[in-house]
T-cell receptor, first 116, second 113 residues
């Protein structure tokens, strides 16, 4: 069975602080995808990143960076110099790469509040 | 190109009433999905469809039925609504070449009193 754990239910930071959102996953599949989604207060789900289990390189996109460590089954998300607009619920998700890749399993989400 | 749309955006039902949520996509995607989102629970898959005329159960299918009569539409039905079905419902679709690349609709907030 697949499982995604986001142990941080809520995080509150002050603007310009760096913040890391943790994601730990469990899967028996040898190949899989990992995802991060953002859900701002308006409610829609915004895709942020997909990572293939073959690729353990870290990725940076502007103020966002992702650290994938297969050895610890973690896929953590860091926001550098946070801004008020980063306030949202962030979801980590997992799917098998083959045979059922349509079945995304989501974590329970981490609510990030960035205060001015 | 509207992407994934959901109708209605909000709905209030009384216990025992029935209703249908409509999801439509204009991206010619084969796969479509219905999720529910509850506070502290993340998104959970209710039912999904891998093509016109086919449906399958997800993680939490009880109390719901679905139909996929047309490729672009995926209907979610509640025959006898219960307060436990109060939730935000999201529809999504994805192409057959990249099933994991799911595009989400804006959500429907349903309250059952």
């Amino acid at each position: 069975a697949q499982k995604v754990t986001q142990a941080q239910t809520e995080i509150s930071v002050v603007e310009k602080e760096d913040v890391t959102l943790d994601c730990v996953y469990e899967t028996r599949d040898t190949t899989y995808y990992l995802f991060w989604y953002k859900q701002p207060p308006s409610g829609e789900l915004v895709f942020l990143i997909r990572r293939n289990s073959f690729d353990e390189q870290n990725e940076i996109s502007g103020r966002y960076s992702w650290n994938f460590q297969k050895s610890t089954s973690s896929f953590n998300f860091t926001i550098t110099a946070s801004q008020v607009v980063d306030s949202a619920v962030y979801f980590c998700a997992l799917s098998p790469r083959q045979g059922g890749s349509e079945k995304l399993v989501f974590g329970k989400g981490t609510k990030l509040t960035v205060n001015p | 190109n509207a992407g994934v749309t959901q109708t209605p955006k909000f709905r209030v039902l009384k216990t025992g009433q029935s209703m249908t949520l409509l999801c439509a996509q204009d991206m010619n995607h084969e796969y479509m999905y219905w999720y529910r989102q509850d506070p502290g629970m993340g998104l959970r898959l209710i039912h999904y469809s891998v093509g016109e005329g086919t449906t399958a159960k997800g993680e939490v299918p009880d109390g719901y039925n679905v139909s996929r009569l047309k490729k672009q539409n995926f209907l979610l039905g509640l025959e006898s609504a219960a307060p436990s079905q109060t939730s935000v419902y999201f529809c999504a679709s994805s192409p057959v070449t990249k099933p994991y690349e799911q595009y989400f609709g804006p959500g429907t907030r349903l309250t059952v009193t």
